[in-house]
């Protein structure tokens, strides 16, 4: 019987890993050379004051490349295209079916092959019946 070599699925899942955290912290730009504190991540990012981000400000957040504050021509553009292409029915909301496809379509090509399909399944929630 072979040895299995798993070492490209665990550079894949580490890959994965990395690359959610880094969409879900929002960008902070800072003169300083120390890493922002939580309260000026909040000030910068909590556009609506109520101390708390929500999905909203995390996606302007993330949108605003530039971070002058505002969404330029280019980022409203690439906004948009990125929106296009999770937002499956275009009824301009992102459900909770296309967040769960967006999530298991690992490699972003708009379809779900049997390696996706499986690891989709083996990672869902049990319901009991």
């Not at 909040?42 to 002058?68: M, S, V």
């Not at 301009?92 to 079916?97: A, D, L, S, V």
């Given at each position: 019987?072979?040895?299995?070599?798993n070492s490209?699925?665990?550079?894949?899942?580490?890959?994965?890993?990395?690359?959610?955290?880094?969409?879900?912290?929002p960008p902070v730009?800072?003169?300083?050379d120390?890493?922002?504190?939580?309260?000026q991540?909040?000030?910068?990012?909590?556009?609506?004051?109520?101390g708390?981000?929500?999905?909203?400000?995390?996606?302007?957040?993330r949108?605003?490349?530039?971070h002058?504050g505002?969404?330029?021509?280019?980022e409203?553009?690439?906004?948009?295209?990125?929106?296009?292409r999770?937002?499956?029915?275009?009824?301009?909301?992102i459900?909770?079916?296309e967040r769960?496809f967006?999530g298991?379509?690992r490699?972003?090509?708009g379809?779900?092959?049997?390696?996706?399909?499986?690891?989709?399944q083996?990672h869902?929630?049990?319901?009991?019946?």
């Amino acid at each position: 019987m072979k040895k299995r070599d798993n070492s490209g699925r665990l550079i894949a899942r580490l890959m994965f890993a990395s690359a959610w955290v880094l969409m879900m912290v929002p960008p902070v730009v800072h003169a300083e050379d120390s890493p922002p504190t939580r309260q000026q991540m909040l000030e910068q990012t909590d556009r609506n004051h109520d101390g708390r981000i929500d999905r909203a400000e995390r996606g302007f957040a993330r949108a605003d490349r530039n971070h002058d504050g505002a969404l330029d021509d280019a980022e409203k553009a690439a906004r948009k295209e990125h929106l296009s292409r999770i937002d499956k029915n275009n009824d301009g909301h992102i459900g909770p079916r296309e967040r769960a496809f967006n999530g298991a379509d690992r490699n972003h090509d708009g379809h779900l092959g049997p390696v996706e399909r499986h690891a989709a399944q083996r990672h869902r929630p049990h319901r009991p019946l």
